[in-house]
């Protein structure tokens, strides 16, 4: 009897423990999910905000976390931001954001 008792908790333990790791995993996704559509809403519609060089910089830091459906439009978003800015500092870390969407 004891050791039933010890084996339903153990279980329960686990059964725990799982729901824990199954909704810390869904909590981080949508939390990547709004950061990265703030990305997007910035890039798309506010090119000359002073946030863009923070956005550059987000998104060559978290570039593998970016959905593989995106990847054409936001090569293309970085590419027209980098052509038409050549030598200001949005436009060097667009270049390695780029960089770093391309390598992953």
């Known amino acids: 009897r004891m050791q ?8 329960l333990k686990e059964t ?3 729901e824990s790791k199954e909704k ?10 709004l950061v990265f ?5 910035i890039l798309k519609n506010a090119q000359d905000s002073t946030l ?3 956005v550059l910089k987000g998104l060559g830091k978290f570039a593998h976390l970016i959905n593989v459906d995106f990847l054409a439009d936001l090569t293309n978003i970085l590419g027209n931001i980098a052509s ?3 030598l200001c500092k ?8 780029i960089q770093s969407v391309l390598c992953w």
């Open 84 to 86: 038409s800015k050549v």
């Open 24 to 33: 810390r995993t869904r909590m981080q996704t949508e939390a990547i999910k």
């Open 52 to 54: 863009l060089s923070s």
């Open 4 to 11: 039933e008792k010890v084996r339903l908790e153990r279980e």
């Open 16 to 18: 725990q423990a799982v």
């Open 90 to 97: 949005p436009a060097l870390f667009c270049r390695l954001a």
């Open 37 to 41: 559509s703030t990305y997007f809403r």
